[in-house]
């Protein structure tokens, strides 16, 4: 008797049993990416460079410091049971995404961007030393992407708190500090990981476009830069 064919069908339905309940359990978690685009920006005049700016701008990774048990999750989709998936971060943190944004709106600006490795507390007197004139950090003190799946409808809600710091780092000293809040709502029919990102990236532009509305921050950038 040839039992090639059954050991055939046997393997075919075992990979197709393990392929359906993997279905049915659903994820058990989604990711997603955070980016601000800075082509897209509307630079007001007051913040644009005239000519060319003669000192740099310097952008420090931000600081995560929302007290939650696990700084990777970034969000969570309740489902209609109540059960949560958890959310994270794809590819970027968001304490990268952040200060990669504000150097892109700066760009757009007419700034220009050096580069800082070292990390900031945010302390006047531990400013990392640099080649740039004005360096900009800040902490997440908020974040959370919310789904919350309906029969007819899903509900979206993100929100996003920073605080923000502007140093002098070749005198070592503080210059300003302000803190921006952001929050988007949407209901949408569908659902998904990019539909989720999408309320990241809005989020995003939205705390960094009013982090710029603050007139004071554009002046204390233009006035430090200029000397």
């Given at each position: 008797?040839?039992?090639?064919?059954?050991?055939?069908?046997?393997?075919?339905?075992?990979?197709?049993?393990?392929?359906?309940?993997?279905?049915?359990?659903?994820?058990?978690?989604?990711?997603?990416?955070?980016?601000?685009?800075?082509?897209?920006?509307?630079?007001?005049?007051?913040?644009?460079?005239?000519?060319?700016?003669?000192?740099?701008?310097?952008?420090?990774?931000?600081?995560?410091?929302?007290?939650i048990d696990?700084?990777?999750?970034?969000?969570?989709?309740?489902?209609?049971?109540?059960?949560?998936?958890?959310?994270?971060?794809?590819?970027?943190?968001?304490?990268?995404?952040?200060?990669?944004?504000?150097?892109?709106?700066?760009?757009?600006?007419?700034?220009?961007?050096?580069?800082?490795?070292?990390?900031?507390?945010?302390?006047?007197?531990?400013?990392?030393?640099?080649?740039?004139?004005?360096?900009?950090?800040?902490?997440?003190?908020?974040?959370?992407?919310?789904?919350?799946?309906?029969?007819?409808?899903?509900?979206?809600?993100?929100?996003?708190?920073?605080?923000?710091?502007?140093?002098?780092?070749?005198?070592?000293?503080?210059?300003?500090?302000?803190?921006?809040?952001?929050?988007?709502?949407?209901?949408?029919?569908?659902?998904?990981?990019?539909?989720?990102?999408?309320?990241a990236d809005?989020?995003?532009?939205?705390?960094?476009?009013?982090?710029?509305?603050?007139?004071?921050?554009?002046?204390?950038?233009?006035?430090?830069?200029?000397?």
């Amino acid at each position: 008797m040839n039992l090639k064919p059954i050991y055939r069908l046997f393997t075919v339905m075992t990979i197709f049993s393990v392929f359906c309940l993997s279905g049915c359990a659903g994820p058990r978690l989604y990711s997603v990416n955070m980016y601000y685009d800075g082509e897209m920006s509307v630079i007001p005049a007051y913040l644009k460079v005239a000519g060319q700016a003669s000192g740099s701008v310097a952008v420090a990774e931000f600081t995560d410091v929302r007290q939650i048990d696990d700084p990777l999750v970034i969000g969570r989709v309740i489902q209609n049971n109540g059960a949560k998936i958890l959310v994270f971060p794809r590819n970027v943190k968001p304490t990268k995404a952040v200060a990669h944004g504000i150097k892109q709106y700066l760009k757009k600006a007419g700034y220009r961007i050096a580069e800082i490795n070292e990390p900031w507390d945010l302390k006047e007197d531990k400013i990392p030393m640099g080649n740039a004139g004005i360096l900009i950090g800040g902490n997440i003190e908020e974040l959370e992407i919310i789904c919350r799946k309906g029969n007819l409808t899903n509900s979206y809600n993100t929100n996003m708190t920073l605080a923000v710091v502007i140093a002098d780092a070749a005198r070592g000293r503080i210059l300003y500090r302000t803190r921006v809040k952001s929050i988007y709502t949407q209901e949408h029919v569908l659902f998904s990981e990019n539909i989720l990102g999408q309320q990241a990236d809005m989020v995003l532009s939205d705390a960094i476009e009013k982090l710029f509305e603050d007139k004071k921050v554009a002046q204390t950038i233009k006035e430090a830069t200029a000397n």
